[in-house]
């Protein structure tokens, strides 16, 4: 597995090497040696979850006040384009973001570390998305970014199909700045 840095300080893109063959394929979805090598720790990890969502839907942007939480999400079945904003005051990539495709035939995992906004939207007409996370949920420390602040601007490839109450309910881009800016200031 090769582990590829971004254009955001600190968010990695772990890149299997499948085996193919007339059966379909074989693939390394984690590996705790490589996590180890780039510096992360492979048993901080503490929850896996999945998402399923139909083509169109938005899910996010989230964050975390507190202490946060790292993760690492990958597309296990169809595609969607993960959107990742980095909300740490003082990062030398602060409020830049940066849009990656995961897909069931990449086969990436993106490393998104303590202090980002994620989000995503299913670009077929199923995605399951999984996530391992560094931090059990803290419901009191969600933050919610509006998917279409228009200072975020983020480009969506689809006309959004479907997008949760909490999530069309979520602040500015502004608000959540004052709010995260404590914790990583």
């Known amino acids: 597995m090769q582990v590829q840095t971004t254009s955001l300080d600190g968010v ?7 085996f193919r063959d ?18 992360l720790d492979p048993d901080a990890f503490v929850q896996d979850s999945q998402s399923r969502s139909a083509r169109g839907v938005v899910r ?7 202490g946060g939480e790292a993760k690492l999400v990958r597309c296990a079945h ?11 005051a003082g990062s030398p990539t602060f409020g830049q973001m940066a849009a990656f495709q995961l897909d069931d035939e990449n086969l990436h995992t993106l490393y998104i570390p303590r202090g980002f906004l994620h989000g995503f939207q299913a670009l077929t007409d199923t995605a399951d998305t999984c996530y391992r996370i560094d931090a059990p949920h803290d419901p009191s420390e969600d933050v919610s970014v509006a998917f279409a ?14 997008v949760s109450d909490r999530d069309l309910a979520a602040g500015s881009w502004a608000e959540a700045r004052a709010l995260l800016a404590p914790a990583h200031a």
């Open 12 to 18: 990695l893109l772990f890149v299997p090497t499948p």
């Open 22 to 39: 007339e059966r379909g394929f074989f693939s390394r979805t984690f590996d705790a040696a490589d996590a180890r090598a780039v510096g």
């Open 60 to 66: 996010g942007m989230h964050g975390r006040r507190g």
């Open 78 to 88: 169809g595609a969607i384009h993960d959107v990742v904003v980095d909300a740490r």
């Open 149 to 162: 602040d228009p200072e975020l601007a983020i480009a969506w490839p689809l006309p959004p199909s479907m």
